[in-house]
Structures are given as structure tokens and as C-alpha cells.
């Protein structure tokens, strides 16, 4: 009874903790203007292991920042109306390709002359190739551009970049030797289907009802529970079918979107989602190692400058070809510029087939850490830089 009523002391210590940091922190980045989720990171840096290691169970810790990258996507997809989304698939698919294809032949030829195997400067393509959803669509909600025409660009990316994350862990699988079954393959093929013929039948439909749904109009603690299960069922029967559980979400959403009878579900869920993506982001900061990155830092510090850079030219380009201005293409290319939370998966899986050693996975996950880390501040300087030449320009006499 004594340690049981010790581990629950300790849990309340460490949740008073968290919320205490998360005030004091947060108020320091509203006063200099900044995103919550760089206090979010710095509070998984300090309480990690590699901090004060006041986290007992980093297992659990990293399960509670999936559920909230579940319902950040799942609220993105109550706002996303599909026949706009639809229409972005230029943009998209192309410009997904374009990036995994320029980031994999950058790293070639870094590989060639660093003597690296074809299958290590591919994965390592793979890895940089993909950027954040959870921070950029954090910040586009910050911001107010959702709505905007870069915005819709940025995120039309990103959620291609999600879909394109299964078919990136099967290629790195085989590169490492492993194959997988045909029964994977099959219900990730069937997962696919479901998502497409769902916006299929979306788009015909423009809206659907549920009637049945208004008996709960009255009754707010159903509508909880009922708000709990549309999240869930997406991301449960993606995850099944083995695909991305956030992508389950994401449809689950553009289905609520498209009904009359689900207004509520946005206000039910909206205090889980801020608590839940959190403590993903502080997740995130628990897995820095900080006598690692101490060591390495001259390395890791260097390859996240040719991170940001390189994304950041390479998406650029790519909305400018796709109808950009070049304003709104260079803050499109600083949102995409980060390297993203699905690459801890990447690293993960070659790691486990062998294709990166155990420094390259230290490296990649540091790597991938701070760049969620200092994206904001990237984004940021590259709004005043755009914003110093949009006003030269006005000024500017004319001729």
C-alpha cells in the first residue's frame, strides 16, 4: 500500500510540476511573442532522462503525445471542407515527390564523398524529406492562416507527407532486408481504398446527416463520450489496417466536417486536445540527450543549418511552381523547413534493420528534436525578413 501510495504522489508531483512549468514558461513566451510549443519542448528537455529524469515512465508519456497528435489531426479535418482540399492535389502529390526526391539526391551526393552505403543516404533522404504536421499546423492555427492560400498549400503537403509514410517505411524495411507480408501489404492497400472511396463519396454528397445524433442535443455528457468514439474509430481502424492512426483521425474529422448534427464535438474535445498535444511536444523534448548533443554539437548544430536550408529552398521552389508569389512561397518553404515526428519512425526502422549504427540514430533523433525546436524561430525571422523587403518595396521610389 505505502509504495502504491508513493508512485501516486509521485504522479501528482510530477503533473503539478508540468503545469506549473507550462504557466511560468508560457508567460515568458507570450510576453516575447513566441509559440507555446517551444516551452512544451523545453519542458520535456529539463523533466526527461537526460534532464532531472523525473519522467518514470517515458512509454507512457510518448503514448499520451500520440493521442494528441490524434486529435490535432482530427480537429484540422472538422475545418478542412474536402472539395477545397481536393482541389490542392497538384500541389500535393507533386510537390511531395519533388521534395522526397530532391532531399534523397542531395544526401546521395553528400554520401558519395562520405563514403555512406546507398541504403544509409536514402533513409536519411527519407528523414529530412518530411516535415512537421503537429508544429506547423500549430502555428497556422496560431497565426490565423489556415484559410490562406499558403496555408492550404502547406497543409495539403503535409497530409500527402503523412499518407506517403507507409509506403516509405515499407521501402525502408526492405532496404534493410526485411520483407514484409503479404497480409500487410494487402490491408494497407485496403486501408487506401477506404480512404478514397470515403472522399469519393464525400465530395458527391457535400454533406451527409445524422439523424440519430439529435437526441443527443440536450445531453452534454454523451456528447463527451460520442465526440471520444468519432476520433477514435478513424484512428483505430487506419492503425488496424496499418496505416497512420492520425490519418484515421484526420478522415474521421472531414466526416464530422461534412455533417450537420456534430457542432458540439469541437467544444467537447478541445480541452483534451490542448492538454494531449502538450504532452506530445514535451515527449519530443524527453528524447534529446543532452550529454549526447553537448558532444556532438558542433555536427548536429551544422546538419540542422543544412536542414533548414535546404528544406527550406527546396519547398520554396516548389510553391512557386505551383502559383505562388514569392512572399508567400519563401514562408511556405520556412513552415515545410523543419524535419518532422513521423522521421523518429524512419530512424527507428532503419535502425532496427541496421541500416543506420547507433550514433547515426542518436544523431538523426537529435537532429529531428531540435529542428521541432527552433522551426518557430525559423519561421519567425523568415515573416520579418519577408515583411522588411514588402515594405523597401513600397517605400521604394518609383522610376
Known sequence: MIPLMASINDSIANIFLVGILAVVIGYILKRLRQPYLIGYIVIGVCLGRYGFDVFRSEAQVEFLGEIGI???????????????????????????????????????????????????????????????????????EEKNMLDSKVGKDVLSILLTQDIAIAPILIFTSFLGGQSQSGLE???????????????????????IEFSWLKSLEEDHEMQVFMSIVFCAAGALLMGILGLSPALGAFVGGIVVHAAKETDWIHDNLHPFRIIFVAVFFISVGAQIDLHFLWKHIN??????????????????????????????????????????????????????STIITEFSYNVGICLI?????????????????????????QTAPRT
Open 185 to 207: 501489404a494487402c490491408l494497407q492497400i485496403l486501408g487506401a481504398v477506404i480512404i478514397i472511396a470515403i472522399f469519393i463519396y464525400l465530395y458527391r454528397k457535400e454533406s
Open 70 to 140: 490524434i486529435l490535432l489531426f482530427f480537429f484540422i479535418g472538422m475545418e478542412i471542407s474536402l472539395p477545397t482540399f481536393l482541389k490542392q492535389w497538384r500541389v500535393a502529390i507533386l510537390g511531395t515527390l519533388m521534395q522526397i526526391i530532391v532531399s534523397v539526391l542531395v544526401v546521395t551526393i553528400i554520401g558519395y564523398y562520405a563514403d555512406w552505403t546507398m541504403a544509409r543516404s536514402v533513409v536519411i533522404g527519407f528523414v529530412i524529406a518530411l516535415s512537421s504536421s503537429a508544429v506547423v499546423i500549430k502555428l497556422l
Open 369 to 393: 528534436s531540435l529542428t521541432l525546436l527552433f522551426s518557430p524561430l525559423w519561421i519567425a525571422t523568415t515573416e520579418q525578413m519577408i515583411t522588411k523587403f514588402l515594405s523597401k518595396k
Open 299 to 352: 555536427l548536429i548544430g551544422s546538419l540542422m543549418l543544412v536542414v533548414f536550408v535546404v528544406n527550406h529552398l527546396v519547398n520554396g521552389i516548389v510553391l512557386r511552381l505551383f502559383g505562388s508569389d514569392w512572399p508567400n512561397a519563401l514562408l511556405g518553404g520556412a513552415l515545410l523547413a523543419q524535419i518532422g515526428e513521423m522521421s523518429f519512425l524512419v530512424c527507428f526502422t532503419a535502425y532496427q
